[in-house]
């Protein structure tokens, strides 16, 4: 299982029978294993295409969770463990413009029952 194999790779899952979760593994060497889930990501470019996987017309809706963002990337167990560190891989991490429009602030968990106090749920404050 990628989550406790070497940092960076894709470790994606089905969940609920129905959606794809994509996370990268990231942790310490202390630690066995670790990943942090993606749960939303703001589309750059292929809208187009991400919209057809998704049959989606709006972008708000198109990639604001974990289960969206698998459907609009096409994203699938077929993925599981490539090297996301890797820019020729089919899929991986890229660094991007710095977007200074608003602060990243750590908030609290949502949606969840348990360690609803960790703020471990990053969102861009918008208001500075």
Not at 98 to 106: F, K, N, Q, R, S
């Amino acid at each position: 299982m990628p989550m406790f194999g070497q940092v960076g790779r894709a470790y994606i899952y089905f969940i609920y029978g129905s959606h794809f979760c994509i996370n990268i593994s990231a942790h310490s060497d202390k630690a066995k294993a670790g990943a942090v889930l993606v749960r939303a990501l703001e589309p750059c470019e292929g809208v187009h295409t991400m919209k057809r996987f998704r049959n989606c017309g709006t972008l708000y809706d198109l990639t604001s969770g974990p289960g969206k963002i698998c459907q609009a990337l096409d994203i699938n167990r077929s993925l599981n463990s490539v090297d996301m560190t890797d820019p020729k891989s089919e899929i991986h991490i890229e660094f991007g413009e710095e977007d200074t429009t608003g602060d990243i602030v750590a908030t609290k968990r949502i949606g969840i029952k348990y360690a609803t106090a960790k703020k471990w749920r990053f969102v861009r404050n918008s208001a500075n």
